[in-house]
Structure formats: C-alpha cells, structure tokens
C-alpha cells in the first residue's frame, strides 16, 4: 500500500517570497491533516479536512496560509508571504475515518525561509 | 485545554535496557493518548494507544505504556531496548467530543530523542 506522498522534500526561500506544497493522502482516505513542526517542538495541527470540507482551521494563520482540498483528493498548503518564523518542517497526514484514532503520515516537506 | 509535557528532550540507554519515556498530560474530560515514533527522514507512525479500554496498552515493537489517571500520566516502555528503536517519539493527547466517538485535535509533545548504545 503507497503512503502519504508529500513534495517537495525540501524548499529553501527568502521572505516575502510564496511557496507551496503538495499532498496525496493514501488512497480511500476521507480525512487529511497539514500539520506544522518547528524544530525541538511537536508537530501542531493547522487544518484538518473531511473530503473537500474543512472541519478544523482554528490555527491556521489565514492572513498569509491557505490551504485548499479541491476533489477530495490531493491537496495543496501555500503560504504567502513567508516569513522567518515560518521555517519548518510541514506534515501531511490522513486517516481512513475522521475519528482520528490512527493518522499515517507523509515524510514531510522541509522549508527554510532566509 | 489539553496539554502534553514530555520530561526529557533526549534519553540515552544501552542496548537490552529498560527504556522509559515520560509523558504527563493535561485534559479538562477523559483523555485519549498515543504515542507516535519517528524513525530519520520518515513520516511519524503509530505506536499505540489508549481509548479507554485496558489501562495498560501494548504496542508494535515490544512497546506498552500505561494510563495513570491519578498521575495523569502515559509513561512509554520496553524492557529491552535495540539498536533499531533509535528514534524520536511523540506522545499526543485528543479530548473526545461529547456525543460522538471522534478523538477531535490531537495535541502532540515536543518529542523525546531516544539513543541506544551498543
């Protein structure tokens, strides 16, 4: 079974600049999550999605990310613009039902903003 | 709100020794708790987790861990340790919704860095 793919694997950028990144959940997977890892802290949620619908936002800083679940399907996070703060390591993941009780998660995209 | 401390950024044991990771958590309604691990350059996977059954949950990899309610604690286990659990690991809490059987937003530690030593 092909798991969470994320791209790309690294993005180096200046602020102010935009950026975007992409995810394939696994396939027959409802339920999608982009979560945010700065480096020496846990991964925290910034939007969950049921399908094509948002279900959790609450900590997604909307003035500047965005992010977008067109089909069902794939899925894209885009930040703009990016600021120093915004270096990070950004996890997809998805889960078979919106329980929750078991998240597979992508290798994640790492991005440093200079 | 729900909260998670994990005591100890990095744990370092010998191989065949007791491994114990610390997880204390914060939750205002009967809790959910998991324990996730990152192997280098891999995406986090599931260890275990508890639900509210059996205090005491058993894992993939000879992992267990134990709800403590009076402790508030979810502390990680394996009696003996290997060369291959080197990893970071994650402890996550999720407050049930009232009426529903979702685990809601999961809260997640800031990792515990595991080192085995030959």
């Known amino acids: 079974e092909a798991g969470v793919a994320q791209s790309p694997r690294y993005k180096i950028i200046e602020k102010r600049q935009s950026v975007a990144f992409w995810c394939n959940p696994i396939s027959g997977h409802a339920t999608l999550y982009w979560y945010q890892q700065i480096l020496g802290q846990g991964p925290k949620l910034l939007i969950q999605?049921?399908?094509?619908?948002?279900?959790?936002d609450s900590q997604l800083p909307k003035d500047r990310f965005s992010a977008e679940r067109l089909k069902g399907v794939d899925s894209t996070l885009k930040i703009q613009p990016a600021k120093l703060e915004d270096s990070a390591v950004y996890l997809c993941a998805s889960s078979l039902d919106p329980s929750g009780a078991k998240l597979f998660f992508g290798s994640g995209t790492q991005l440093s903003v200079l | 709100a729900q909260s998670v401390t994990q005591l100890g950024s990095h744990v370092s044991v010998s191989e065949g020794a007791l491994v114990l990771l610390r997880c204390n958590y914060s939750?205002?309604?009967?809790?959910?708790l998991f324990w996730y691990v990152q192997y280098p350059n891999q995406g986090l996977q599931l260890l275990l987790k508890?639900?509210?059954?059996?205090?005491l949950v058993k894992g993939i990899n000879g992992f267990e861990a134990e709800f403590k309610k009076s402790e508030t604690s979810f502390h990680l286990t394996k009696p003996s340790a290997h060369m291959s659990d080197a990893a970071e690991y994650f402890c996550?809490?999720?407050?049930?919704?009232?009426?529903?059987?979702?685990?809601?937003?999961?809260?997640f530690g800031q990792g515990t860095i595991l080192t085995v030593h030959p």
């Open positions: 508890y639900t509210s059954a059996a205090t």
């Open positions: 939750s205002s309604v009967p809790p959910y």
């Open positions: 996550a809490v999720s407050e049930s919704i009232a009426g529903g059987t979702s685990y809601g937003k999961l809260t």
């Open positions: 999605f049921q399908n094509n619908g948002v279900v959790d």
